[in-house]
């Protein structure tokens, strides 16, 4: 099925590769290994949110909107992103983080501060409680001084954001395509649902045979799966289209969520060490690390026995990594 995509800007470097992990294949004796190197994307820009982006910020450009307000945590992939691309576009951007106490000096964060972001820090309680009111706030502040605001909402992954894994789904349909592979699964992490519903409906229409599974990094499955039921509809409500019934469902994991969100037990930075050291992949302990562990324990676990080939989105997040150093020389 062919889908009518929305105007979207090319601000990412695509195609990303798709390579074969063959030593880590292996090693674990299953099935063949492939990443998607989507922390390819771009250089600055890196990861996932740079092909949402492209959809979102194609209709805030389209509509005259000239400020971006944002949200996440202090080491926000997606918040970074948001500030490099309104600087190299021209936007004003606003970022609403999580977490009032901890260094603004490294990873994302300091990237956001150079990108020239205003940024207000809230303790997490009340970001949690209030996040809705705390980005309407702001974004009545710059109407107030004249200025037109587009709130984004986290991880860019509603109805219109969605529209970037679905874009990558295409793109992997090619991929498999060439290398003459029929995978039968397709997994990622997890964490604001944008990048798990894009890949489920994308899926369904260019590469049905293949499995969506999402790797939870903080909610449980219930969430997720309410999330991309929603997002889904949202995008169907927005471009008036007609998509495939009844909808294929991702699987959801939500067992290696560990201590919590940006939280990762020593198994996950062990699992990062080993990636590095065996096939030279760096993956973050907030996203990719997290999902890698729990793929590999689900190989372990004979989840997939009988599968030829699997393959790992990876979604970038490389700039998260270093506030992490020491827990990962702990394990080096």
């Known amino acids: 099925m062919t889908l009518p995509f929305p105007s979207k800007l090319s601000l990412a470097l695509t195609p990303t590769p798709l390579q074969p992990l063959d030593r880590l294949s292996a090693e674990l004796g299953g099935p ?29 450009r389209s509509e005259n909107y000239d400020t971006l307000i944002t949200c996440g945590g202090l080491q926000s992939n997606h918040c970074r992103a948001t500030a490099l691309l309104g600087a190299q576009l021209g936007f004003k951007t606003a970022l609403v ?22 940024i207000r820090r809230f303790p997490p309680a009340q970001y949690r409680a209030e996040l809705e009111d705390l980005l309407e706030q702001w974004a009545e502040e710059f109407r107030q001084a004249g200025h037109k605001p587009w709130i984004i909402p986290t991880g860019a992954s509603d109805g219109l ?91 959801i994991l939500d067992e290696y969520i560990g201590p919590g969100y940006a939280r990762a037990g020593r198994e996950v930075f062990a699992t990062i060490v080993r990636l590095a050291r065996l096939e030279g992949l760096v993956l973050d302990p907030v996203y990719t690390g997290k999902a890698f562990h729990g793929l590999i324990r689900e190989i372990e676990k004979g989840r997939f026995d009988g599968c030829r080939d699997l393959v790992f989105v990876h979604t970038g997040g490389i700039f998260g990594l270093f506030p992490y150093g020491e827990q990962l020389l702990n394990e080096c």
Request: aromatic share 6%; with cysteine; proline share 4%.
């Open 32 to 60: 063949r290994l492939w990443v998607k190197r989507d922390d390819l994307t771009h250089c600055a820009l890196t990861g996932n949110k740079l092909r949402k982006l492209e959809f979102v910020l194609a209709r805030a």
């Open 97 to 118: 983080l999580r977490g009032d106490t901890g260094p603004m000096t490294d990873g994302n964060s300091l990237l956001d501060s150079l990108a020239g972001a205003q």
């Open 161 to 251: 954001g969605i529209w970037g894994y679905i874009d990558a789904s295409r793109e992997l349909a090619d991929d498999y395509r060439r290398e003459g592979i029929s995978p039968e699964w397709v997994v990622s992490a997890t964490g604001s649902g944008g990048t798990l519903g894009g890949l489920a409906v994308g899926h369904q229409s260019y590469a049905p045979r293949t499995g969506v599974m999402g790797m939870a990094v903080c909610d449980d499955a219930e969430t997720f799966r309410l999330k991309v039921r929603a997002d889904r509809q949202a995008m169907v409500s927005d471009c008036g289209i007609s998509l495939p019934e009844p909808f294929a469902e991702p699987l």
